[in-house]
């Protein structure tokens, strides 16, 4: 959990309390970037796969297998959820954009097998552009 610091200003006294928010409530570059740090990633990198999956926006994508802002499919999603508790010792929620971006940064700080399984992080890697086959069709992923 994210806790923010703010000062109120009453007159001349300035008082800072806390906690204001949770993580839930922040804006995403904020919250991205608190949860890659807890991991130990770049949330500019982070960031910019979240972009170019989804622009942020909270939808699926690939045919409504991949789920909302990270594009992780609920497949892959399940599939590392295992490791991810046993590992943390917490669980997650498919469905909940703070837990994706979790997953996420957790997969991140795996190594490159774990990262390539964003094929807008390989298009990334690429420079740009990746060419793939999947089930006997041609898909094109961009990110720049």
């Known amino acids: 959990m994210l806790t923010i610091k703010y000062a ?36 500019r990198l982070i960031s910019k796969i979240i972009f170019c999956e989804s622009g942020y926006k909270i939808q699926s994508h690939d045919g409504g297998r991949a789920k909302n802002i990270t594009g992780i499919w609920d497949t892959t999603f399940k599939g590392w959820l ?16 703070t837990d994706q971006v979790r997953m996420m940064s ?31 069709k041609t898909y094109t992923s961009h990110c720049k």
């Open 82 to 97: 295992p490791l991810y508790e046993k590992e943390i010792g917490k669980t997650l929620d498919i469905k909940n954009q």
């Open 8 to 43: 109120v200003a009453k007159k001349d006294i300035v008082y800072e309390t806390e906690p204001i928010i949770t993580i839930d409530n922040v804006p995403y570059k904020e919250m991205i970037k608190a949860i890659a740090v807890e991991f130990k990633q770049d949330p």
């Open 106 to 136: 957790f997969v991140f700080s795996k190594d490159e097998s774990y990262r390539k399984q964003w094929t807008s992080y390989v298009a990334y890697k690429k420079g740009g552009k990746y060419i793939f086959t999947n089930k006997g």
